[in-house]
């Protein structure tokens, strides 16, 4: 949550005075900072490589770069990682800069590979790697990259890079260079100017995309407008109340990661860079120039060269990692809210879940159920007994979280605050203090977690025997990491604050949070070892704050949206912006943190929630309660049927994490993620896939009877709720008048419009259960949708869903495919099917035995026949035995359309080989 509530408290403590300085507006403008004012649209300064020093020694080629005008130096590397292309220029005199540490993954290095050198001349070189040509020019310095002869991106074609070397401080300096001010704060700047500027060209690319964390549009508008319409995105994590939206305001994350797509190829490039960041977006018939500015930190820039939306997802794994495998009960439903008061609240909702036959998997409470703000306490007055109810929550199947966030209150007798305080495990002030600032508990002070001492010591206090009142029951909550510093400059930490190591907090802003998140992870990780043994127990903790690198540790919230339809609309965008930034584990609060929903808001944010990879209802301390009963019983059913429908899917979502754990491949994708050539899908940011099968098109409109859906031309479609088909691609579609390229689908209040792609088959799990638990070992059906060769492939990833035993190979996964009549399952990479482009499946551990497994496949149903569903016979290969089998709906639900062959009871497990054939009765 946000720091609205502390206003009052912030009067009362500074006077009236200090809480203007709270209004959003407050937050900074480019005009009001130094580095942005000096380098933002700057142009022409010349930096050359010296053609004497270029040294090519097999991936690595070196350089000494200077700026001409005065001659200050630095050295140039550009190393070849097959695939990505990493450019790192520091100053060749001072080594002092900081390098972000933890986002990069060892495998880097080991991936490099050597350039043929094709061309070397006075004025340049050039360099090829597999279909990837870079030509080095040195003076002015540029470079340029193309793929397969197509130009993909170009570094410096605009002379907008600038590398302000670290300098003395001396007379008559221009203003703003040693020390600035922004309402009342006075940012003292040792290091004086620091910042770098970089340009950045897609030559033919009209679309960019990701730099999240912004509540803007998917593909990134141009800041080349009037007013707000002409600052740049603002990369610089922020505790913003209640944000606006369509703005390119910075927000609590920040990825500097930017994709360029078009037909025929995508890329991307990463700048590895923890400072405040802003960026530039322009656009013209040649493609789309963008300028970077970061106010500190080195240039180390990754060039991810694709050549398609996976490939390039799949490079950015390599590296910042890939998401953490989560537990299936993480994939459930969520339910939150600023605050369940007290342990009778707590069991009484948990109750009511069982009683209105809604499925769910956790509980949370935020900030008050806390002794006096101390984290790692409970307030005794209303949870006395916090064990019992954890475990009476576990008798259901259900689990515990309580946020825990990283200020600490300074009181002596509180043993977190006096063990930070000895060790010296907090961050300092500029004068080398612990430093005090002002957040839920009043006075406090920071854990420093650039400090590996910090970060093992807070992962500590995770223990079952040193938190008093955990179990193993109980996960976690990071919130406030920005970090959200009440009376701190801009809601946050003085950018003069330094952190282990003597790094200025400006240096390291962006990656506060994250690293804060990763030790806590790491407690869970370790407490998990402890209380499960040698597989442990995979920790699941929520962060607000994000960088590259926190999809290894877990799930991210959009933060403190309002219960308003633009909010709603608004959260589409935001999560395919984190999801193609290699942030895939997302999701809004449901529905809406401030405010009150009406009942139509609120089924219509179920029924889009359903599909986040993180779906989770949240609301205000000061919202109406609103758990899913407590409107009609209309809205109630319909709440339930929305998140029924997530639970079935559970098998088809934890596939595609596990997918985003091998491949890195996001769960929402924009449409041309699977789309590539289909150009009206660049800038739809209104409907998203999840996974390469589900297409969703939420309704976000009040009052909506019709909305217009975008179904690709390249396959058939099915209606996800009835199955009926759409009519095949070649025919354009059902509904698709002349003239518009959507169609035009009726709404009601039971559903959003969801359509299955044609070709694919996905594995559900249908039965009602209270939680994910509970549906452990429950039947499969499997539903096929026949494309228009007849033909579907699927996948299906299992493992016992909560510990890191499928490390060790204790996992299945299976192939499902359907061609010349035969329904086979088969044991296979599930990449093999999902992501035919990479194929690059991974191998079962040596020696591995997988996964046992008595599931068994209860329902077969098969979309799309030729010839309808009616007059098939089905038999297991290899025996002559008859399944039953005739045309039903797609779903166990009454008055649905007999739109499909359905098979009965094939009983057949789903971890073994077999295959089904389907004949006409003659
Ligand atoms: C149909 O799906 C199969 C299996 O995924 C695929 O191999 C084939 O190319 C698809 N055919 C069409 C026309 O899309």
């Known amino acids: 949550m946000g720091w609205v509530r502390s206003l009052t408290v912030i009067a009362l403590t500074f006077g009236a005075a200090s809480v203007e300085a709270f209004k959003e507006q407050e937050f900074k403008k480019c005009a009001d900072s130094g580095f942005c004012e000096r380098l933002r649209g700057k142009q022409g300064d010349s930096y050359s490589a010296d053609p004497k020093s270029i040294q090519l020694n097999g991936a690595v080629v070196t350089a000494k770069v200077q700026h001409d005008a005065s001659g200050a130096a630095y050295d140039l590397q550009l190393t070849n990682y097959n695939g990505i292309l990493r450019m790192h220029i520091d100053e060749a005199a001072s080594k002092h800069r900081f390098q972000v540490p933890w986002v990069l993954q060892s495998e880097l290095p080991d991936s490099s590979q050597a350039w043929t050198k094709t061309r070397q001349s006075s004025s340049l070189l050039q360099l090829q790697s597999g279909s990837a040509q870079l030509t080095l020019t040195f003076k002015p310095l540029r470079v340029d990259l193309s793929i397969a002869g197509t130009p993909a991106a170009s570094f410096n074609a605009r002379q907008m890079f600038q590398y302000e070397y670290l300098r003395e401080k001396q007379e008559g300096d221009p203003a703003g260079w040693w020390e600035e001010t922004f309402k009342g704060h006075t940012d003292s700047k040792p290091k004086g100017p620091q910042a770098i500027s970089l340009d950045l060209s897609f030559p033919g690319f009209q679309h960019v995309y990701g730099i999240p964390e912004h509540a803007a549009s998917f593909a990134l508008k141009p800041t080349t407008g009037e007013g707000i319409e002409s600052e740049p995105y603002r990369l610089y994590n922020l505790d913003v109340f209640e944000y606006n939206l369509d703005s390119t305001f910075g927000l609590y994350g920040s990825i500097p990661l930017m994709l360029a797509h078009k037909a025929g190829l995508t890329t991307a490039a990463f700048w590895l860079n923890a400072a405040e960041m802003l960026v530039d977006v322009a656009s013209d018939n040649s493609g789309t120039q963008t300028q970077w500015v970061a106010e500190a930190g080195v240039l180390d820039l990754f060039f991810l060269l694709g050549p398609d939306p996976a490939t390039v997802l799949q490079q950015y794994g390599r590296i910042s990692g890939t998401t953490a495998m989560p537990q299936m009960f993480s994939l459930g439903y969520h339910q939150c809210r600023w605050n369940y008061k007290d342990e009778t609240d707590v069991l009484g909702v948990n109750a009511g879940f069982d009683q209105h036959d809604i499925p769910y998997d956790v509980i949370w ?34 689990k515990l979280v309580v946020i825990i966030d990283p200020h600490i209150k300074r009181k002596s007798d509180y043993y977190v605050f006096s063990e930070g305080e000895s060790g010296s495990y907090f961050t300092k002030n500029k004068d080398g203090k612990d430093y005090e600032g002002w957040c839920w508990p009043g006075s406090s002070s920071w854990v420093d977690c650039l400090n590996p001492a910090s970060r093992d010591w807070w992962a500590g206090l995770f223990s079952l025997s040193r938190f008093q009142g955990s179990t193993k029951n109980l996960y976690i909550w990071n919130d406030m990491n920005e970090p959200s510093v009440f009376n701190g400059p801009e809601v946050t930490m003085p950018k003069d604050n330094i952190h282990h190591g003597g790094v200025e907090h400006r240096e390291m802003h962006n990656i506060n949070g994250a690293l804060f998140h990763a030790a806590t992870w790491q407690g869970l990780e370790e407490r998990g070892r402890d209380s499960y043994g040698s597989d442990g127990d995979r920790p699941f903790i929520l962060t607000r704050s994000a960088f590259a690198g926190t999809q290894r540790l877990g799930a991210l919230w959009t933060g403190d949206n309002k219960a308003e339809w633009p909010a709603l609309k608004f959260s589409v965008p935001m999560c395919l912006s984190l999801s193609i930034a290699g942030l895939p584990f997302v999701g809004a609060d449901i529905a809406g943190f401030f405010g009150n929903p009406d009942a139509e808001l609120f089924t219509r944010w179920y029924q889009l929630g359903a599909f986040y990879p993180f779906f989770r209802g949240h609301a205000h301390l000061e919202a109406k309660r609103r758990e899913p009963w407590l409107y009609d019983g209309t809205t109630t059913d319909r ?208 020696g591995a035995k997988g996964l046992k497994s008595d599931a068994v496949v209860e329902r077969i149903v098969v979309l799309g026949l030729p010839g309808g569903p009616a007059g098939w016979k089905a038999t297991v290969q290899g025996s002559s035995q008859f399944l039953q089998a005739g045309p039903g709906p797609l779903r166990l639900k009454q008055g649905l359309p007999e739109s499909g062959l359905i098979i009965r009871k094939p009983g057949l497990p789903i971890a073994a080989e077999w295959s089904i054939r389907l004949s006409k009765s003659s």
């Open 365 to 398: 409470l935020d900030i008050e159920y806390l002794d006096d703000k101390k984290y790692f306490t409970w307030d005794k007055n209303y949870f006395p007994t916090p064990i019992d109810m954890q475990d009476k929550l576990a008798v259901t199947g259900r």
């Open 639 to 846: 709440v339930r049927e929305a998140i029924r429908m997530r639970y079935a899917l559970l098998p088809y979502v934890y596939t595609l994490f596990r997918l985003a754990h091998t491949h890195n491949q996001p769960l929402m994708r924009p449409l041309w993620y699977e789309f590539p050539d289909e150009a009206e899908t660049f800038s739809m940011d209104d409907q998203f896939l999840l996974g390469p099968s589900i297409l969703v098109a939420p309704v976000t409109e009040a009052g909506a009877s019709s909305r217009e859906v975008y179904l690709p031309t390249s396959t058939r479609w099915y209606n996800f709720h009835s199955g009926t088909a759409m009519k095949p691609a070649s025919t354009g579609g059902l509904l698709r008048s002349q003239e518009s390229p959507k169609n035009s689908i009726k709404v009601d209040m039971d559903s959003i419009p969801i359509f299955l792609r044609g070709g694919s088959i996905v594995p559900r799990q249908e039965r009602a259960r209270r939680s994910s638990l509970q549906m452990q070992g429950d039947p499969f059906t499997l539903i096929v949708a026949l494309n228009d060769s007849a033909a579907a492939s699927g996948a299906l990833y299992l493992d016992d869903g909560h510990s890191f035993a499928y490390k060790r190979g204790v996992y299945t996964e299976r192939a499902l495919t359907y061609a010349d009549s035969v329904l086979s399952n088969a044991a296979a990479g599930i990449a093999s099917t999902l992501l035919p482009s990479l194929d690059v499946s991974v191998p079962l551990p040596a």
